[in-house]
């Protein structure tokens, strides 16, 4: 099955990976189009699988999502036929990608440079929690250690409180974002001819230190601490805060200097008290924010949420609503967008391909299904085994399908 539409669509994308990072780097690459053969133990399968939520049908949601569009194959990758596999695999793809704990690979004989003598090539993307040098690489990593380690926790939450975990895998979901983004580089160094195959190394805490990014210029260069700061913006150089409002909704509101400022005073409290010697420029804003802060919050909390929005909006200020997942569903500009998408039959929706592209878009082809090696006897033909050799790699237990 050779998938026709999409970017990268003359793409073969190998999945080693597991629950998080990696699915997700081979799922953002499946949607613009890459044919991604997903690889799990035969009588196991991903641990992705069992940990969520379950829908109608009795599939978890998660792996719906972060199998999509991909073909399943359960293959044991350490016994020597199994090996052979996964040797004709590589040969005919692009992009391997792995989240193992550095040196499983290579315990299992699978080193980048045997990898490489196979596919000279082929984009190694590698993820791990610390990375695949310095003191650390063996140790065990989770999200939440990454999400730990590169600043995010310790600026998450108010100033007299514990450190907070944002409510999603953040560390992991960037981390496949990352993860894709330094393929598609490392395949454009191939293209061009400045670079062949190569080995694309991620720590899961590397891609939320690079995308936070303010704080170690902050400290280094300013010489200021960024801590907990509660609902203010960073430093609380500019107005920003979470206000309920008198229908028991939530706003949120912010601004990027003085002048943006100053509308959100204008808005809330009228032209006099924005136009105040002391808010014509960000220090005055730092100097008064508990009394800016709390004349917002009460502006906010005389009307119901939209008609504030309305007023911060005539005023041509920031403000928005808190979502929660039901207004996700139910909001116009969303739905305008295609952002919500699914497949015929299936209850389940998923955020569709981001970002948009006009001429080649992504498209959601399908969800992640149930059967364990749904696709393996499909691959294996199209890298030459006959019936009777897949008869037998499914009797030694070296591949298996959906009927064992």
């Known amino acids: 099955m050779t998938i026709k539409d999409g970017p990268l669509s003359d793409l073969r994308v190998i999945e080693m990976g597991h629950v998080i990072a990696a699915p997700m780097c081979g799922a953002l690459l499946s949607d613009f189009g890459a044919e991604v053969i997903k690889i799990e133990r035969p009588g196991q399968g991903d641990m992705l699988r069992v940990l969520s939520a379950r829908a109608k049908d009795g ?88 999400e730990a380690m590169s600043g995010l926790a310790n600026m998450t939450g108010f100033a007299d409180n514990a450190p907070m975990h944002p409510g999603f895998p953040a560390a992991d979901s960037t981390t496949g974002l990352m993860a894709a983004y330094g393929a598609m580089m ?80 204008e808005a809330a409290g009228g032209k006099e008290w924005a136009e105040q010697p002391q808010f014509q420029n960000l220090d005055g804003f730092v100097e008064h924010m508990d009394e800016i802060v709390d004349r917002l919050g009460a502006f906010v909390a005389r009307h119901d949420a939209q008609k504030a929005i309305d007023i911060f909006q005539a005023h041509d200020a920031v403000a928005a609503m808190v979502y929660d997942v039901d207004d996700i569903l139910a909001d116009p500009q969303i739905a305008a967008r295609g952002d919500i998408v699914g497949v015929e039959g299936d209850d389940t929706k998923v955020v569709g391909p981001i970002p948009k592209l006009d001429k080649t878009p992504g498209r959601l082809r399908w969800l992640g299904r149930s059967e364990l090696g749904v696709d393996s006897r499909a691959v294996l033909e199209e890298l030459g085994y006959d019936a009777g050799q897949i008869d037998t790699l499914t009797q030694n237990g070296t591949i298996a399908g959906p009927d064992r």
């Not at 569009?69 to 990608?97: C, F, H, M, P």
């Not at 062949?196 to 010489?223: C, K, M, N, S, W």
């Not at 206000?243 to 200097?257: E, H, L, M, Q």
């Open 59 to 146: 599939v978890g949601v998660w792996w719906k999502t972060l199998a999509r569009n991909k073909r399943l194959v359960a293959l044991d990758w350490k016994t020597d036929d199994g090996r052979e596999v996964l040797r004709r695999l590589v040969e005919n793809a692009q992009v391997l990608i792995e989240n193992f704990r550095p040196g499983v690979l290579e315990r299992a004989g699978l080193a980048p440079e045997v990898l490489h003598e196979w596919n000279p090539d082929l984009v190694i993307v590698r993820i791990s929690g610390y990375g695949q040098t310095g003191p650390r690489s063996s140790w065990p990593g989770f999200g939440r250690a990454g």
């Open 186 to 265: 490392a395949l454009h160094a191939v293209r061009n001819g400045s670079a062949r195959g190569q080995v694309v190394d991620l720590a899961i805490f590397e891609p939320l230190l690079r995308l936070i990014d303010y704080h170690v210029p902050t400290r280094t260069g300013a010489g200021l601490p960024v801590d907990r700061n509660g609902l203010q913006a960073p430093n609380s150089y500019a107005p920003a805060g979470v206000f309920r409002a008198r229908d028991g909704k939530w706003v949120t509101i912010s601004a990027g200097s003085a002048a943006t400022g100053r509308r959100l005073l």
